[in-house]
């Protein structure tokens, strides 16, 4: 599996996600820099997490606008597999590869701590190493993962099992009005959502900051393991 | 000379912080009456915050060196050895005076300097951490302080992608005026890459990157080196606005230019700016430096060299180059979309020299500047003896009180502040806040963790200064050495209070004489440190209120093997040894603060033979591989640490009664140093007849097991509820 990641001015994850695909495909992926007007041969593009222009203006809002965005939208367009994690997951939908957008936590505070997500739909290139219903342990950190959507798209999400994860309680339970099992807010407890063609994934916590068991443990890694038994030709 | 703004005199001179013997030592110097901007670079190269002038003669007694210590006090950090060519990069700075007038900036670019200061060296950061320390809860101001605080640290920290991976916090009346905000940040650096500060090569330009300067932080120094009365909060002005975008921008640009050979010295424009970066730097060099301000970029038209020379912009760094090498630095920073200009060269002149608009604003001689910095050696007054502890009962009984402590200020979970910070980011945070003693950070592609601390209790440096001070030592040495780490050296920040006052000098010299004994009989060097004096409020009948003296300590240890380290939570079975001798003593103790709202008696003995025996003996067991979780003795005795090893996990355990001949209270919640909780497997004697080899006294503290902490009289507390008494104190002050 060929994967590259972006870097954007004020991304700050990119060693994390390197540190993960390493780990399950046994070589480094590519660095990608913003300006770049011309992509790879690739089978995974990968947004990661960070503040990419300060979050200023609006979380991933400039970074829509990078020179490489519009290569992004082409690899896209050609059937190519995007994962976005957190600041990603914002700029996904500020390019409108991925609906909805990602408002302040309902706290209005930062959040930096571990959440339980649900796995929705196993059936994809993200998620398939798990079944549907698993539940998963993943660190979380941002300040702006509150999901949201029109009604509409909510429904055409719900309809054509488009949420990837949902916010849940250890035990798998979801409620989107218990902070404590759905710390953002987000609406119905979206963690992740995916494209029509389920081969673009956007998400807020961070499953490639639990990938080994001395920082706490693997429970990130099957997303990971998907994409290679998904991707490896 | 073009100073026209302001007359330049003694009365001027004394408004900028000089006093009239130091104003006639510059009239001396430069043989005629200075500029403005000259007037200016004294000050602020005199300044206390600059110029160590009453701490110097006390912190060149400090132990700093080791084999294993590169660099120890004099560069931007310190430097020690860290094993396989790598070098940890570390040091803890104070940003009290500007957090208490705007607590959000002065917090966050507390952050953005320490970090400069560390990746101004070489080093990639690779954790944060903090000391805090804040007025009583009950104060209406310290919530918002708290509030903007934390939210700064974290915006801060979050945005630059450095984890913030632990701290302490404690509330205390004495902080109300003057709340404490220490900022500590470890790097990773390659041992023969390292960059230092001494400019060298007449005629090797002189470039400033970074951000634009403007009028912020003006005088900044110099605010840090007073009291402040009632008109403090009028000093928002000179507080820095931090932009962590580009702070970020600046450590991956000067990262990149490191990895080439174009740098010959470098530094981070901190306190004082562009002043104490060029002053330091040239007169490191013994060399002089020529500056044209018309080159500086400038964020607001029609500064003035004064403005300039004193401005504290933040995110700003000065850089010695190679000449053939500029373009090549020039590209790295336009990549990142930062300022690069060249501002100045190296002279022989020996003097520093400012040009604005074709004017020569300033000509000083860095020499005089440097060695005629004044330096005080200031009266002590004899320190008062603690107060007796007075009468001793136990008015809740042993479960209520529990209960009480695992709930009061300076117990109570800080999960509400870490929930804010990033603790993650990396990837190599093997022990997260409250895992464990101290945090764990793995250096990343190899096999060294690193062990990092914060720790000061200053209720003991109160009542008694040079205990005070030896067991903030010895508590950040035992809480590293509760990872299974070998501490290495220390970091200090000495926050006291107006040192002209004999009370109070009497209070730093005591701190200084404990701190360095304890660090010598531990073999914990000070490497880095910050002094922040003046940390008084003035009332409102004129009389000044100091804070508790509080010299926190930043803590660094190294595991070979990061695999090896523990944490402390409890596991789900075996057996739980108390090591190190319990006397039952309370005085100081939070049990008697807390329980009886009395804070009185000595601090507890700090027995360093016994400290490093014990300690020594628990680090062999947990490298051996037989120790499961070990949790330090600290605030609160026994009875906290046993009860904060069953919180962290869930798992419970069944106690022995207390040692015969002993007040219960004086077993469960004396403060005796030295000490540690040991989670082992089995009944543990293999455990106690290694501890009796080694002369290091240790006795069975409960049986490991269920999800109660089971008092002796059969009393089951679980788990669940001492969590939620643990909980409720921060969202109940912060989220009301």
Same mark, same amino acid.
């Given at each position: 599996?060929?994967?590259?990641?972006?870097?954007?001015?004020?991304?700050?994850?990119?060693?994390?996600?390197?540190?993960?695909?390493?780990?399950?495909?046994?070589?480094?992926?590519?660095?990608?820099?913003?300006?770049?007007?011309?992509l790879?041969?690739?089978?995974?593009?990968?947004?990661p997490?960070g503040?990419?222009?300060?979050d200023y203006?609006?979380?991933?809002?400039?970074?829509a606008?990078?020179?490489?965005?519009?290569?992004?939208?082409?690899?896209?367009e050609k059937?190519?597999?995007?994962?976005?994690v957190?600041?990603?997951?914002q700029?996904?939908?500020?390019?409108?590869?991925?609906?909805?957008?990602?408002?302040r936590?309902?706290?209005?505070?930062f959040?930096?701590?571990d959440?339980?997500?649900?796995?929705?739909?196993?059936?994809?290139p993200f998620?398939?190493?798990?079944k549907?219903?698993?539940?998963?342990?993943?660190?979380?950190?941002?300040?702006?993962?509150?999901?949201?959507?029109?009604a509409?798209t909510l429904?055409t999400l719900?309809?054509?099992?488009?949420?990837?994860?949902?916010?849940?309680?250890?035990?798998?339970?979801?409620?989107?009005?218990d902070?404590?099992?759905?710390?953002?807010?987000?609406?119905?407890a979206?963690?992740?959502?995916?494209s029509?063609?389920?081969?673009?994934?956007?998400?807020?916590?961070?499953p490639?900051?639990?990938v080994?068991?001395?920082?706490?443990?693997?429970?990130?890694?099957?997303?990971?393991?998907?994409?290679?038994?998904?991707?490896?030709? | 000379?073009?100073?026209?703004?302001?007359?330049?005199?003694?009365?001027?001179?004394?408004?900028?912080?000089?006093?009239?013997?130091?104003?006639?030592?510059?009239?001396?110097?430069?043989?005629?009456?200075p500029s403005?901007?000259?007037?200016?670079?004294?000050?602020?190269?005199w300044?206390?915050?600059?110029?160590?002038?009453?701490?110097?003669?006390?912190?060149?007694?400090?132990?700093?060196?080791?084999?294993w210590?590169?660099?120890g006090?004099?560069?931007?950090a310190?430097?020690?050895?860290?094993?396989?060519?790598?070098?940890?990069i570390?040091?803890?700075?104070?940003?009290?005076?500007?957090?208490?007038?705007?607590?959000?900036?002065?917090?966050?670019?507390?952050?953005?300097g320490?970090?400069r200061?560390?990746?101004?060296m070489?080093?990639?950061p690779?954790?944060?951490?903090?000391?805090?320390?804040?007025?009583?809860?009950?104060?209406?101001?310290?919530?918002?302080?708290?509030d903007?605080?934390?939210?700064?640290?974290?915006g801060?920290?979050n945005c630059?992608?450095?984890?913030?991976?632990?701290g302490?916090?404690?509330?205390?009346?004495?902080?109300?005026?003057?709340?404490l905000?220490?900022?500590?940040?470890?790097?990773?650096?390659?041992?023969?890459?390292?960059?230092?500060?001494?400019?060298?090569?007449?005629?090797n330009?002189?470039?400033?990157v970074?951000?634009?300067?403007?009028?912020?932080?003006?005088?900044?120094?110099?605010?840090s080196?007073?009291?402040?009365?009632?008109n403090?909060?009028?000093?928002?002005?000179?507080?820095?606005?931090?932009?962590p975008?580009?702070?970020?921008?600046?450590?991956?640009?000067?990262?990149?230019?490191?990895?080439?050979?174009?740098?010959?010295?470098i530094?981070?424009?901190?306190?004082? *700016?562009?002043?104490?970066?060029?002053?330091?730097?040239?007169?490191?060099g013994g060399?002089g430096?020529?500056l044209?301000?018309d080159?500086?970029?400038?964020?607001?038209?029609?500064?003035?060299?004064?403005?300039?020379?004193?401005?504290?912009s933040?995110?700003r760094?000065?850089?010695?180059?190679?000449p053939?090498?500029?373009?090549?630095a020039?590209?790295i920073?336009?990549k990142?979309?930062?300022?690069?200009?060249?501002?100045?060269?190296l002279?022989?002149?020996?003097?520093?020299?400012?040009?604005h608009k074709?004017?020569?604003?300033?000509?000083i001689?860095?020499?005089?500047?440097?060695?005629?910095?004044p330096?005080y050696?200031r009266?002590?007054a004899?320190?008062p003896?603690p107060?007796?502890?007075?009468?001793?009962?136990?008015?809740?009984?042993?479960?209520?009180?529990?209960?009480r402590?695992?709930?009061c200020p300076?117990?109570?979970?800080r999960?509400?502040?870490?929930?804010?910070?990033?603790?993650?980011?990396?990837?190599?945070?093997?022990?997260r806040?409250?895992?464990?003693?101290?945090?764990?950070?793995?250096v990343e592609?190899?096999?060294?963790?690193?062990?990092?601390?914060?720790?000061?209790?200053?209720?003991?440096?109160?009542?008694?200064p040079?205990k005070?001070?030896?067991?903030?030592?010895?508590?950040?040495?035992?809480n590293?050495?509760?990872t299974?780490?070998?501490?290495?050296a220390?970091?200090?920040?000495?926050?006291f209070?107006n040192?002209?006052?004999?009370?109070?000098?009497?209070?730093?010299?005591?701190?200084i004489?404990?701190?360095g004994?304890a660090?010598?009989?531990?073999d914990?060097?000070?490497?880095?440190?910050?002094?922040?004096?003046?940390n008084?409020?003035?009332?409102?009948d004129g009389?000044?209120?100091?804070?508790l003296?509080?010299?926190?300590? *930043?803590?660094?240890?190294?595991?070979?093997?990061?695999t090896?380290?523990?944490g402390?939570g409890?596991?789900?079975?075996?057996?739980?040894?108390l090591?190190g001798?319990?006397?039952?003593?309370?005085?100081?103790s939070?049990?008697?603060?807390?329980?009886?709202?009395r804070?009185?008696?000595?601090?507890?003995?700090?027995?360093?033979?016994?400290?490093?025996r014990?300690?020594?003996?628990?680090?062999?067991?947990?490298?051996?591989?037989?120790?499961?979780?070990?949790?330090d003795?600290?605030?609160g005795?026994?009875?906290i640490?046993?009860?904060?090893m069953?919180m962290?996990?869930?798992?419970?355990?069944?106690?022995?009664?207390p040692?015969?001949?002993m007040?219960?209270?004086a077993?469960?919640? *004396?403060?005796d140093?030295?000490?540690y909780l040991v989670?082992v497997?089995g009944?543990g004697?293999?455990?106690?007849a290694?501890?009796?080899k080694?002369?290091v006294p240790?006795?069975?503290?409960?049986?490991?097991?269920?999800?109660?902490?089971?008092?002796?009289?059969?009393a089951?507390?679980?788990a669940?509820?001492l969590?939620?008494?643990?909980?409720a104190?921060?969202?109940?002050?912060?989220d009301?």
């Amino acid at each position: 599996m060929k994967a590259g990641i972006v870097v954007f001015p004020g991304t700050n994850r990119e060693r994390d996600m390197a540190i993960a695909l390493k780990a399950v495909t046994g070589h480094a992926p590519k660095i990608l820099w913003h300006r770049d007007t011309e992509l790879p041969e690739l089978d995974l593009v990968v947004l990661p997490g960070g503040f990419s222009y300060g979050d200023y203006l609006r979380c991933g809002a400039m970074a829509a606008h990078s020179p490489i965005m519009r290569e992004i939208r082409a690899f896209a367009e050609k059937g190519g597999h995007i994962l976005g994690v957190c600041n990603g997951f914002q700029i996904l939908t500020e390019t409108g590869l991925l609906p909805g957008a990602l408002l302040r936590n309902a706290g209005l505070r930062f959040l930096s701590q571990d959440c339980h997500l649900r796995v929705e739909n196993s059936e994809t290139p993200f998620t398939r190493r798990w079944k549907k219903g698993d539940v998963f342990r993943t660190p979380l950190a941002h300040g702006d993962g509150n999901y949201v959507a029109d009604a509409e798209t909510l429904k055409t999400l719900q309809g054509e099992n488009r949420v990837a994860f949902r916010y849940a309680a250890p035990n798998g339970k979801m409620d989107a009005a218990d902070r404590d099992s759905n710390p953002n807010g987000s609406l119905d407890a979206i963690a992740g959502i995916l494209s029509a063609n389920s081969r673009i994934c956007g998400m807020m916590p961070h499953p490639e900051d639990l990938v080994d068991p001395l920082m706490g443990g693997e429970d990130g890694k099957p997303l990971f393991e998907s994409l290679v038994e998904a991707l490896v030709r | 000379m073009s100073s026209k703004q302001k007359a330049v005199n003694a009365d001027l001179a004394r408004e900028f912080g000089l006093s009239a013997e130091e104003y006639d030592r510059v009239l001396a110097i430069m043989g005629r009456t200075p500029s403005l901007t000259e007037l200016g670079v004294f000050s602020v190269m005199w300044s206390e915050h600059c110029s160590y002038k009453s701490s110097r003669k006390w912190l060149r007694t400090l132990p700093t060196t080791a084999p294993w210590v590169i660099h120890g006090p004099g560069e931007n950090a310190g430097v020690v050895d860290i094993g396989q060519g790598l070098a940890a990069i570390f040091k803890m700075e104070s940003h009290n005076h500007p957090s208490f007038i705007e607590p959000y900036q002065g917090a966050a670019t507390g952050v953005g300097g320490i970090l400069r200061d560390v990746f101004t060296m070489g080093a990639r950061p690779v954790a944060n951490l903090n000391a805090l320390r804040f007025g009583s809860p009950e104060t209406p101001r310290t919530r918002q302080i708290v509030d903007g605080v934390v939210r700064g640290i974290g915006g801060y920290g979050n945005c630059v992608g450095v984890p913030t991976v632990g701290g302490e916090v404690n509330f205390h009346p004495a902080y109300d005026g003057n709340p404490l905000v220490n900022a500590m940040t470890v790097g990773v650096a390659r041992q023969d890459k390292i960059f230092l500060s001494a400019a060298a090569g007449i005629g090797n330009p002189v470039v400033y990157v970074g951000s634009k300067t403007g009028r912020d932080g003006i005088h900044g120094a110099t605010m840090s080196s007073a009291e402040f009365d009632e008109n403090a909060l009028a000093k928002r002005p000179t507080v820095q606005v931090g932009d962590p975008f580009v702070e970020k921008l600046l450590i991956e640009a000067c990262l990149e230019l490191m990895a080439t050979d174009a740098i010959v010295a470098i530094q981070d424009m901190g306190a004082a *700016g562009l002043t104490s970066s060029s002053v330091e730097m040239a007169g490191k060099g013994g060399v002089g430096i020529d500056l044209d301000l018309d080159a500086v970029p400038q964020r607001e038209p029609n500064m003035t060299a004064y403005e300039m020379m004193l401005s504290e912009s933040q995110e700003r760094m000065l850089i010695v180059i190679k000449p053939e090498r500029t373009e090549v630095a020039r590209a790295i920073f336009e990549k990142w979309e930062l300022d690069f200009a060249v501002i100045g060269h190296l002279t022989d002149t020996g003097n520093i020299v400012v040009r604005h608009k074709g004017q020569v604003e300033a000509d000083i001689p860095l020499d005089p500047l440097a060695e005629q910095a004044p330096i005080y050696d200031r009266p002590t007054a004899p320190l008062p003896a603690p107060e007796p502890v007075g009468d001793i009962h136990d008015p809740l009984g042993l479960e209520q009180t529990l209960i009480r402590l695992v709930g009061c200020p300076d117990v109570a979970s800080r999960a509400w502040i870490w929930n804010q910070y990033d603790s993650t980011v990396g990837g190599q945070t093997v022990r997260r806040p409250g895992g464990a003693d101290a945090a764990i950070v793995k250096v990343e592609d190899t096999s060294i963790g690193l062990a990092l601390t914060t720790d000061c209790t200053p209720r003991y440096c109160r009542a008694n200064p040079k205990k005070g001070g030896a067991q903030a030592v010895a508590e950040a040495w035992r809480n590293i050495t509760a990872t299974g780490a070998r501490p290495l050296a220390v970091t200090d920040n000495l926050n006291f209070g107006n040192p002209e006052k004999p009370e109070i000098m009497a209070q730093f010299v005591g701190a200084i004489e404990g701190i360095g004994e304890a660090c010598r009989a531990l073999d914990f060097p000070i490497v880095s440190g910050n002094v922040s004096l003046y940390n008084e409020t003035r009332n409102p009948d004129g009389t000044t209120s100091a804070i508790l003296p509080t010299p926190a300590l *930043g803590g660094l240890g190294v595991l070979d093997d990061v695999t090896k380290n523990v944490g402390l939570g409890m596991p789900e079975n075996g057996t739980l040894i108390l090591v190190g001798e319990t006397k039952g003593h309370l005085g100081q103790s939070l049990w008697l603060r807390e329980i009886l709202g009395r804070e009185t008696g000595d601090a507890p003995d700090v027995d360093l033979a016994a400290e490093r025996r014990n300690g020594d003996f628990v680090r062999e067991q947990i490298t051996s591989g037989v120790v499961k979780a070990c949790h330090d003795v600290s605030d609160g005795g026994i009875l906290i640490a046993a009860a904060e090893m069953v919180m962290a996990t869930g798992n419970g355990c069944e106690l022995e009664p207390p040692q015969s001949g002993m007040r219960p209270e004086a077993f469960w919640f *004396g403060e005796d140093q030295g000490r540690y909780l040991v989670a082992v497997e089995g009944d543990g004697k293999t455990f106690l007849a290694a501890a009796e080899k080694a002369g290091v006294p240790a006795r069975v503290a409960a049986a490991i097991g269920g999800d109660c902490l089971v008092l002796p009289s059969g009393a089951r507390v679980s788990a669940a509820r001492l969590n939620v008494a643990h909980a409720a104190f921060f969202p109940a002050l912060m989220d009301r």
